[in-house]
């Protein structure tokens, strides 16, 4: 098939590989961006050490807390421009938001927006008021209500609202014991971007398909079929290290894991803390984000009033 040039340029900024490497690949997986990742890291020519979604979309996401931190909320709400998203009424509206999904009986978005929203009817109603006031189309895209019994939980947000994470530590310590603990295991969650929280949690799907990536790098690398098999474990427990948020490397000192970090914490306050919990959400992750541009679309409104 034709590949066109955006699509290559796509490729290669989330992989970093060659130009005409990315072309190859996306040939050979019909266009499909995720498969082409997956062949050029057999191949060896990714840069990248994961796939990456695009973050395009504009928006916030708060998070919202009872006061004893035995439940927690983080909402996303998307909006056409970053000049929206910094406005103080937006803010203020995705906040009331996420105080009032705290209080919603489970995570079904539709059932949210038929929750009332205080002197404006419905969430859905509000959303249309407020969208016809700020002048562009506003989505409230997900949200997500933890409340585990036994759980405490904390969070962080990044970059004014880019990335809001809520972590959950099982632990019979008060909310303010473990607030210095719980704050440094969510950056680290923005940062360092894991997919579980322990190895056990790891996905089949996701294991196979990293097996399989692994005996293609190896073959690539011409070792002989018969040693594959015992190097690919080894390959999977180093992946697993780095996308389990419990073995990674803690951000704040090297030296130790997440996991040691935690029990040297636990230790230090008296009280056993285990993280059970992590929600991570980054403002238009998997989105695809309008691509005009906007000096271009200021003038076409001008050229068409102009013509009226």
């Given at each position: 098939?034709?590949?066109?040039?955006?699509?290559?340029?796509?490729?290669?900024?989330?992989?970093?590989?060659?130009?005409?490497?990315?072309?190859?690949?996306?040939?050979?997986?019909?266009?499909?961006?995720?498969?082409?990742?997956?062949?050029?890291?057999?191949?060896?020519?990714?840069?990248?050490?994961?796939?990456?979604?695009?973050?395009?979309?504009?928006?916030?996401?708060?998070?919202?807390?009872?006061?004893?931190?035995?439940?927690?909320?983080?909402?996303e709400?998307?909006?056409?421009?970053?000049?929206?998203?910094?406005?103080?009424?937006?803010?203020?509206?995705?906040?009331?938001?996420?105080e009032?999904?705290?209080?919603?009986?489970?995570?079904?978005i539709?059932?949210?927006?038929e929750?009332p929203?205080?002197?404006?009817?419905?969430?859905?109603?509000?959303l249309?008021?407020?969208?016809?006031?700020?002048?562009?189309?506003?989505?409230?895209?997900?949200?997500e209500?933890?409340d585990?019994?036994?759980?405490?939980?904390?969070?962080?947000i990044?970059?004014?609202?880019?990335?809001?994470?809520?972590?959950?530590?099982?632990?019979?310590?008060?909310?303010?014991?473990?607030?210095?603990?719980?704050?440094?295991?969510?950056?680290q969650?923005?940062?360092?971007?894991?997919?579980?929280?322990?190895e056990?949690?790891?996905?089949?799907?996701?294991?196979?398909?990293?097996?399989?990536?692994?005996?293609?790098?190896?073959?690539?690398?011409?070792?002989?079929?018969?040693?594959?098999?015992?190097?690919?474990?080894?390959?999977?427990?180093?992946?697993?290290k780095e996308?389990?948020?419990?073995?990674?490397?803690?951000?704040?000192?090297?030296?130790l894991?997440?996991?040691?970090?935690?029990?040297?914490?636990?230790?230090?306050?008296?009280?056993?803390?285990?993280?059970?919990?992590?929600?991570?959400?980054?403002v238009?992750?998997?989105?695809?984000?309008?691509?005009?541009?906007?000096?271009?679309?200021?003038?076409?409104?001008?050229?068409?009033?102009?013509?009226?």
């Amino acid at each position: 098939m034709s590949v066109s040039a955006k699509l290559v340029k796509e490729l290669r900024d989330k992989t970093g590989a060659g130009m005409m490497d990315c072309k190859k690949a996306l040939e050979e997986t019909n266009g499909n961006v995720d498969e082409a990742i997956d062949v050029l890291r057999e191949k060896g020519l990714s840069k990248a050490a994961k796939k990456a979604d695009r973050i395009a979309a504009e928006g916030l996401v708060r998070l919202a807390f009872s006061d004893d931190r035995s439940q927690a909320v983080v909402i996303e709400v998307n909006s056409e421009t970053d000049f929206v998203a910094k406005n103080q009424e937006f803010i203020d509206f995705v906040e009331k938001l996420a105080e009032i999904a705290l209080t919603a009986d489970n995570n079904n978005i539709d059932a949210f927006m038929e929750m009332p929203f205080e002197g404006e009817g419905t969430v859905n109603d509000a959303l249309v008021q407020k969208t016809a006031k700020i002048g562009e189309k506003l989505s409230i895209r997900r949200f997500e209500k933890l409340d585990t019994p036994g759980t405490v939980y904390t969070g962080y947000i990044h970059g004014g609202g880019s990335i809001g994470v809520i972590v959950g530590i099982k632990t019979d310590a008060a909310a303010d014991e473990i607030n210095v603990t719980g704050k440094d295991v969510a950056m680290q969650v923005a940062s360092m971007s894991p997919k579980y929280v322990t190895e056990d949690e790891a996905d089949l799907a996701f294991i196979e398909n990293e097996k399989k990536i692994a005996r293609e790098q190896l073959l690539n690398e011409g070792k002989d079929e018969k040693l594959i098999e015992k190097i690919v474990p080894g390959k999977i427990k180093k992946v697993l290290k780095e996308v389990c948020l419990l073995d990674q490397k803690f951000v704040k000192n090297g030296d130790l894991t997440v996991a040691q970090y935690v029990a040297e914490s636990a230790k230090d306050l008296g009280k056993e803390m285990a993280v059970t919990e992590m929600v991570r959400y980054e403002v238009g992750e998997g989105l695809e984000k309008r691509s005009d541009d906007f000096a271009a679309e200021v003038a076409a409104q001008q050229a068409d009033a102009a013509k009226k």
